[in-house]
């Protein structure tokens, strides 16, 4: 029977599977699998057109998003964005089931073997595993050995990577038990493409998600020391340098549990505390992503350990904190331990694997090795011992070698190396916008659930154009898809928000942020200011240096160049009248000092550093904001052709300037007024008073000779101009400048309205109100308002007319050493707690 002709529509038209792989989608006929015609046929309607358009928006949606993934770190990596497929992953719900009843099983047996291996050891004494595999391996913890957990549970989370044999059969390719990452992206996966398809979504009744995020906080919930009803639950990251960080403060974000680092949290009496603005406050389940040697530099040898919290593992030992999943947990994610995987199902649970490994060796042992060194050709060469992220050598490097260099290799240190068949893993269809076939694999995710575990009902499926092991083939880069489970019958809603349970207090507080977030927050606002003092400062300098302006402005740019060689934009030597004429033009130097990221003070570095920094707090700040600091990066770039000249200085900086403004005006409509607020204001309020100040001095100290264009460019890099024409009309006078400039309490540009704030702000700052007198910060910022609004403007502007700099310049001495006084004085109190903590009694939570 002939094969019916496929539609113009059909965009599966012309794929053709390789040879050799098991296809997820056709059979050998070309037809599609029974479970995949729906798919198709709801697709070929959908047509090849709006299938590219829905498309196309899907992928807006990542780069607008900037979920992004970076195989591996080094200072000259870039996290590359997340390469999602178009066309979900399709599997029968039938097939699933005997996938996730072969996964609970297999989690049981890792989690016993755990159990065993830190406590009573029967495995090594019977025999069933080698002692040398185990005592040899870096990641037993020996100062976790004989350890009774909370539910006698180690592996609360596991991820398996499987993959499919050319018969059709499930293979386990590698178990992980350190920590499972991917669930995050599996869930944005599932958010975006069930977006792109919704009517198709539903049409294959897709299974759903939440209920396994809804067993995972439930699992979390209940490691809380003294069964606490709602336990305050951390996730505890690499930090911004780590390949999973987007992910991390993703699923912080979803599960609403605070996303720390290493650097929150102190211990405390055996207690796991969070440093907070409002001082230290207990935590009580910690969800880790960090390898497990990163965790206590106290008790555990660590190339970084400046990650860990020191005294962790007595913390846990002592029953103060919960861990998700269990320190040393990490060990048999190993390939070493797959090859002794059915002799361990046996001894534990007296049964055969439900789902075989792909076929493992050990070196370690003579036979097995015997074997490895036969057969290198038809094997991949791996190292024994797994620490996550920190495999060395890497699986590509051993690969490469020629055999007789491997095996001389392996030789030397035969317990070090362990090896696996080569998997010819299944194809499946991938969209280039063309249809092309690719590898898969899948990551499945398991979390423990009463004394079994809940499969998710979905998984992280996992492209490559090629056949290199999985370790390898992330490190290029490769792609993914959503995993769709499809129900025969139609499947019940579900939310992962509660409903149900007690009622919660009301509450306005937010002395729960904590300290290193107060402080990223804080640079964040001065970064901000900083950016758009600078970008105003250009627009004006570019103004007058090209078209008209050009012969008319040499009063202004001299004074321009002062404040732009201040905040050290452009050489010092720009500043000197007598030098400047030395210097190459700055027409030609200013616009490739802009975008300068060698020089940290140059406007791109500055964009950089806001960037990096909004990246960090990605979980405090809303999606929207989020985009707009992502579009002034992504605007702010050097045209990719031809010399930057000033045209494109004075048009990048205008849409910098309007992009902040954009950012501005969604912190004060939509960011609530909580502490994270209020860092990020103290940051802005201190930076845009500095560079008040700054530009005061750089423009009247000396008095020019000819004032008046002088009094326009201030107003105007003030962004003062229209207001003061609108009570002065053109009369320019040094009084009413620096009226409006610095004493102007209507004026939101003015030096005493960026004093006012911050008085406003540090006043609501958390602190113990029982205490008399004031905060050195209160002291610090009532001073500086006070000088200013006990400033006689007039007389100061008479007095420097005449040629008496001294008082202004006094008053800017003044402020030029009490404002860094003031954020000192701030940061010490509630960004670093390195004091006692009978010292921190001022501080208590709000």
């Given at each position: ?642 010399t930057t000249n000033l045209s494109d200085v004075l048009t990048i900086t205008d849409d910098l300037i309007t992009e902040l403004a954009a950012f501005s005006g969604i912190v004060m409509e939509s960011m609530t007024r909580t502490q994270a607020f209020r860092f990020l204001e103290l940051g802005r309020r201190v930076e845009r008073s500095l560079q008040i100040i700054s530009l005061v001095k750089n423009s009247f100290v000396p008095m020019p000779e000819v004032p008046s264009p002088i009094f326009e460019t201030v107003l105007e890099v003030a962004d003062s101009l229209m207001t003061y024409r609108s009570r002065y009309l053109s009369n320019l006078q040094l009084g009413a400048v620096l009226d409006l400039v610095l004493t102007d309490e209507t004026n939101p540009r003015s030096l005493v309205f960026q004093f006012m704030q911050l008085a406003k702000h540090v006043e609501r700052l958390p602190r113990n109100r029982e205490l008399p007198g004031y905060t050195s910060e209160q002291r610090l910022v009532m001073t500086l308002l006070h000088s200013v609004r006990m400033l006689d403007i007039q007389e100061t502007a008479d007095t420097h007319c005449l040629g008496d700099y001294e008082p202004l310049e006094k008053l800017i001495e003044t402020w030029d050493y009490q404002l860094p006084k003031l954020s000192e004085a701030i940061s010490h109190r509630y960004l670093v707690h390195a004091v006692p903590s009978h010292q921190l009694s001022d501080i208590i939570p709000q």
């Amino acid at each position: 029977m002939s094969t019916p002709p496929l539609s113009v529509n059909n965009i599966f038209e012309g794929y053709t599977p390789p040879g050799g792989a098991y296809d997820e989608f056709l059979l050998d006929t070309g037809q599609p699998r029974q479970h995949a015609k729906n798919f198709l046929d709801t697709v070929v309607k959908i047509g090849r057109e709006e299938f590219e358009h829905r498309w196309q928006q899907a992928q807006r949606t990542v780069q607008a998003n900037d979920f992004a993934y970076s195989g591996v770190v080094t200072p000259k990596d870039q996290p590359r964005p997340w390469e999602l497929d178009a066309i979900p992953f399709l599997i029968s719900s039938a097939e699933w089931k005997t996938i996730s009843t072969a996964l609970r099983q297999r989690a049981q047996l890792l989690n016993l073997v755990l159990k065993d291996l830190y406590g009573k050891q029967t495995l090594l004494k019977n025999g069933v595993l080698p002692a040398e595999l185990v005592y040899s391996h870096p990641g037993f913890l020996r100062s976790y050995h004989r350890e009774q957990l909370r539910n006698d549970c180690f592996l609360h989370f596991y991820a398996a990577d499987l993959a499919r044999s050319p018969n059709g059969e499930w293979w386990v390719l590698a178990d992980r038990t350190e920590a499972a990452s991917g669930i995050g992206f599996a869930l944005e996966n599932r958010i975006l493409t069930s977006r792109m398809f919704p009517e198709l979504f539903h049409q294959c009744n897709v299974e759903r998600l939440a209920p396994f995020f809804i067993a995972a906080q439930e699992t979390l919930r209940k490691l809380a020391p003294q069964s606490l009803e709602n336990p305050r639950v951390v996730l505890l990251s690499h930090g911004p340098t780590s390949p999973n960080y987007f992910e991390d403060a993703y699923l912080a974000r979803y599960l609403g549990y605070t996303l720390v680092e290493g650097g929150d949290l102190a211990v405390r009496k055996n207690q796991v505390m969070l440093k907070t603005l409002g001082g230290l406050i207990p935590v009580d389940v910690i969800f880790r992503r960090q390898n497990s040697r990163d965790c206590d530099p106290l008790e555990m040898k660590s190339s970084n350990s400046r990650l860990g919290i020191s005294g962790l593992t007595q913390s846990a030992r002592s029953g103060q904190v919960g861990i998700a999943n269990a320190l040393g947990s990490g060990l048999i994610e190993s390939v070493a331990f797959m090859a002794f995987m059915p002799r361990l199902s046996k001894a534990l649970l007296g049964s055969e694997l439900l789902m075989p490994g792909v076929a493992s060796w050990w070196c370690g042992d003579q036979e097995q090795l015997g074997y490895v060194l036969k057969n290198l050709e038809k094997l991949t060469i791996y190292p024994a011992f797994r620490i996550r992220g920190k495999d060395n050598p890497s699986v590509e490097s051993l690969n490469q070698m020629t055999p007789k260099k491997l095996t001389e290799l392996i030789k030397s240190n035969p317990s070090g190396f362990a090896a696996q068949e080569k998997v010819i893993r299944s194809s499946v269809p991938v969209w280039r916008g063309q249809i092309q076939p690719a590898h898969l694999s899948l990551r499945a995710y398991a979390v423990s659930s009463g004394e079994s575990y809940m499969v998710m009902q979905g998984a992280l499926a996992r492209t490559s154009p090629n056949l290199d092991p999985l370790e390898v083939s992330i490190r290029k880069g490769e792609g993914s898809k959503d995993a769709w489970i499809l129900s025969d019958q139609p499947v019940e809603h579900i939310t992962l928000l509660n409903e149900q349970g007690r009622t919660i207090s009301l509450k306005r507080s937010g002395s729960e942020l904590p300290s290193r977030a107060a402080d990223n927050i804080f640079w964040l606002g001065r970064q901000l200011e900083r950016a758009e003092a600078l970008a105003r400062l250009l627009r004006s300098a570019v103004n007058r240096l090209s078209g008209e302006t050009r012969s008319t402005s040499d009063l202004e740019v001299p004074v321009l160049l002062r404040c732009l060689a201040d905040q050290g934009q452009i050489e010092p030597g720009y500043a000197i009248d007598k030098m400047r004429n030395q210097l190459p033009p700055i027409e030609h130097v200013l616009p490739t000092a802009v975008f300068d990221k060698t020089q940290s003070s140059s406007l791109r570095a500055i964009v950089d550093e806001l960037f990096r920094l909004g990246s960090i707090v990605r979980d405090r700040i809303s999606l929207d904001t989020w985009r707009i600091i992502r579009r002034i990066d992504k605007g702010f770039q050097p045209p990719r052709y031809g010399t930057t000249n000033l045209s494109d200085v004075l048009t990048i900086t205008d849409d910098l300037i309007t992009e902040l403004a954009a950012f501005s005006g969604i912190v004060m409509e939509s960011m609530t007024r909580t502490q994270a607020f209020r860092f990020l204001e103290l940051g802005r309020r201190v930076e845009r008073s500095l560079q008040i100040i700054s530009l005061v001095k750089n423009s009247f100290v000396p008095m020019p000779e000819v004032p008046s264009p002088i009094f326009e460019t201030v107003l105007e890099v003030a962004d003062s101009l229209m207001t003061y024409r609108s009570r002065y009309l053109s009369n320019l006078q040094l009084g009413a400048v620096l009226d409006l400039v610095l004493t102007d309490e209507t004026n939101p540009r003015s030096l005493v309205f960026q004093f006012m704030q911050l008085a406003k702000h540090v006043e609501r700052l958390p602190r113990n109100r029982e205490l008399p007198g004031y905060t050195s910060e209160q002291r610090l910022v009532m001073t500086l308002l006070h000088s200013v609004r006990m400033l006689d403007i007039q007389e100061t502007a008479d007095t420097h007319c005449l040629g008496d700099y001294e008082p202004l310049e006094k008053l800017i001495e003044t402020w030029d050493y009490q404002l860094p006084k003031l954020s000192e004085a701030i940061s010490h109190r509630y960004l670093v707690h390195a004091v006692p903590s009978h010292q921190l009694s001022d501080i208590i939570p709000q």
